[in-house]
């Protein structure tokens, strides 16, 4: 966490409802803001950005990777809160790596939302045991998201897959007949200001056990975010929000 008698400096990359959201909880815990860089900004190469400490990065997939360019040859650690950037992984895994900056990455940096990647871990090799049980994942969201399903209904999907073993692919998507027994379906619905609900559903001819996560507002994505920048200084790596909660489960025992 936070240095005594060091506040930390954050560079808001992306500044959207995110990030402004980012920066009221900032402002509470005493963080300063260095900069706040729009998602038309070409560069990241700028004074204001060299003196952060961490980078806080919500914006749009597009610009990830080059942005992750950027700070790396500043050597800034980055939070990156950005989903839709997974098939540049290998190239960003690798910049983090060789430019030795600290990164931590999640489809969704909410608590709760992180504290459900863990339940369901243990559920699922639970329901592994009874075949009786099919799973599947709803997710909805507001109607300016961009994604779809989104990066956290797909983290729920493939946690689910990594435990279940008679589920062996994701069906994304509604379906014009029937689906396969081995594929685990994902859905998505976008109405509204919806913040984010995401559902998943074990279901049998006896009975039906719902894990369900609703976002109330943008508060605990922003708290979650900030906790990554306090524990990512400092460190060197390729992280994502599981290693901030098993250190907080360590500390705590």
């Known amino acids: 966490m936070t240095t005594p008698g060091h506040t930390i400096k954050l560079a808001l990359i992306g500044y959207g409802k995110m990030g402004k959201e980012i920066e009221r909880l900032a402002l509470e815990r005493q963080m300063q803001i260095t900069v706040r860089v729009d998602i038309e900004s070409p ?15 919500f914006a749009v997939p597009a610009t990830v990777l080059g942005h992750i360019e950027q700070l790396a040859d500043l050597g800034k650690h980055v939070v990156l809160g950005t ?5 540049d992984r290998a190239k960003i895994q690798a910049l983090v790596e060789r430019k030795r900056i600290g990164l931590i990455h999640s489809s969704n940096f909410s608590l709760g939302m992180n504290i459900v990647y863990h339940l369901l871990r243990e559920a699922g090799s639970l329901f592994d045991r009874f075949e009786e049980y099919d799973v599947s994942v709803h997710e909805v969201h507001h109607i300016e998201k961009l994604d779809s ?16 073993g008679r589920k062996k692919e994701i ?19 976008r109405t509204g200001a919806v913040v984010g609900i995401h559902r998943v559903m074990f279901d049998s001819l006896a009975d039906s056990i719902e894990v369900v996560h609703m976002a109330k507002n943008r508060a605990g994505f922003a708290l979650g975010a900030l906790l990554a920048a306090e524990w990512i200084r400092g460190r060197k790596g390729f992280f994502t929000m599981d290693d901030v909660l098993a250190d907080i489960i360590k500390q705590q025992r």
């Open 43 to 57: 560069s990241l190469l700028i004074d204001s950005v060299k003196s952060a400490d961490v980078a806080i990065h």
């Open 83 to 87: 989903t839709g950037w997974q098939s």
């Open 171 to 189: 069906f994304a998507g509604s379906s014009e007949g029937k689906i396969r027994p081995e594929q685990l379906q994902v859905t998505a619905a």
């Open 149 to 164: 399903p989104s990066g956290t209904a797909l983290t729920l999907a493939n946690i689910l897959l990594n435990r279940i």
